[in-house]
């Protein structure tokens, strides 16, 4: 697909990122990223490469290039709606730029034109590319079944109602042209490709179960105020409540000592040094630091509670925030969950396995919600996994047919 580009002097890289999130993002340069979540969520061949050249397509459009240009990139990781200060929000855009990666908003117009190359690279390719069109469903319904939480890919694209009924135009002038081409779906090659296929969270970058946050590898845990909302990445764990007036972040300090921790804390983030104290968490040592940061434009303070923790030959860094108005009404919560950071003992916590993708054969003509409940999916979780099959609980499946589960 990337020799048959409008640029195909570019040297592309494609890669997946280990990430539950539906998402796929292009970079200027010709670096393309999918997430395995995403690719938990194609059917076969044809909706890969159709979403493959959309991508492919902001790059040889420039598109990423011209929204740097702007500067609205805006970074991986941030939950969406949460950060309303300006303090607030400069401090924790500094706070999440060890992903590297940036999720770009196109314009509609950046958009139709990148499912235009989509369309138009997969065909070339030989895929058709109505099966393109056939994700969009699945990303409405996404979107219909998910309420406030949009998916990073339906938040930053266009309506896939509308997206839908134009590449279905889009692929009727495109096969026109390409006339006699043999054009694949390859629907069963895809999914056993993906047979096995970690979704969801992997619990091995740490997990929340009733309201606890467990990694299972780096073997500590601590409690969440209960009813935050929380993005966890392999580099930091973000957490807030919904009315986005406080924020904890926890994440490694690059320092491998307590007073250096300190330093690099307020350098970083510019903040003023107010108090700190050397105190212990669970038997480790660690220090308290309270500090702020004042904002030059509007003279707002926000103020910042941190423990610097050291465990084995890491220093744990929990950064608690709010503004100075609202600080003592979360400071409490900052506290409860910072002084309860402790070793991970517990076996069943420590060897949690993750859900996996799991291909099954019909083994009869039947429904596919029969299918489902007869491979052990419960009742609550039908309706994920039709979405993920791309049908309705009622569709019809013949014998031999292939349908995704989950199984750990």
Do not use: C
Not at 71 to 78: D, K, M
Not at 158 to 186: F, S
Not at 363 to 374: E, P, Q, R, V
């Amino acid at each position: 697909m990337a020799r048959i580009s409008h640029r195909p002097q570019l040297k592309y890289e494609f890669k997946v990122v280990d990430s539950p999130v539906v998402n796929a993002f292009a970079l200027p340069g010709g670096y393309v990223y999918f997430t395995r979540g995403i690719l938990a969520h194609f059917n076969n061949e044809a909706e890969f490469a159709g979403v493959l050249g959309h991508e492919i397509g902001h790059i040889t459009a420039r598109h990423g290039a011209k929204q740097f240009s702007k500067q609205t990139a805006a970074q991986v990781g941030l939950i969406v709606g949460l950060i309303v200060s300006p303090t607030f929000r400069q401090f924790a855009n500094e706070a999440s730029q060890g992903m590297q990666l940036l999720f770009l908003k196109f314009s509609r117009d950046n958009e139709s034109q990148s499912d235009r190359l989509g369309v138009d690279y997969s065909t070339q390719i030989g895929y058709d590319s109505k099966e393109m069109a056939e994700f969009f469903k699945t990303l409405k319904r996404m979107r219909e079944d998910s309420g406030a939480e949009i998916p990073t890919f339906m938040s930053t694209h266009p309506d896939p109602a509308d997206r839908y009924n134009k590449v279905l135009e889009l692929t009727k002038e495109t096969q026109a042209k390409y006339k006699g081409k043999k054009l694949q779906v390859n629907r069963d090659r895809y999914l056993r490709m993906i047979d096995g296929l970690v979704y969801g969270e992997d619990p091995k970058q740490g997990y929340i179960d009733d309201a606890h946050f467990y990694h299972p590898e780096l073997k500590f845990d601590f409690p969440i105020p209960r009813g935050w909302k929380t993005a966890n990445t392999p580099q930091q764990l973000q957490m807030g409540p919904e009315n986005g007036k406080a924020m904890m972040i926890l994440h490694l300090s690059p320092a491998n000592e307590l007073n250096a921790a300190k330093a690099e804390l307020l350098k970083s983030h510019q903040l003023s040094l107010l108090e700190s104290r050397n105190i212990k968490v669970n038997g480790l040592s660690a220090m308290k630091v309270l500090s702020e940061q004042v904002n030059q434009q509007n003279g707002q303070h926000l103020m910042v509670l941190t423990y610097l923790i050291k465990y084995g030959k890491l220093i744990y860094e929990i950064d608690g925030m709010s503004v100075k108005a609202d600080f003592q009404h979360y400071v409490d919560d900052f506290e409860v969950t910072m002084k309860n950071f402790k070793k991970l003992t517990d076996t069943q916590r420590i060897n949690v396995k993750p859900e996996r993708i799991k291909i099954v054969t019909a083994s009869a003509n039947t429904t596919l919600k029969k299918i489902l409940l007869g491979n052990g999916i419960k009742q609550d979780r039908l309706s994920e996994l039709s979405l993920i099959n791309g049908m309705e609980l009622s569709a019809q499946v013949k014998k031999g047919t292939l349908i995704k589960v989950v199984a750990k």
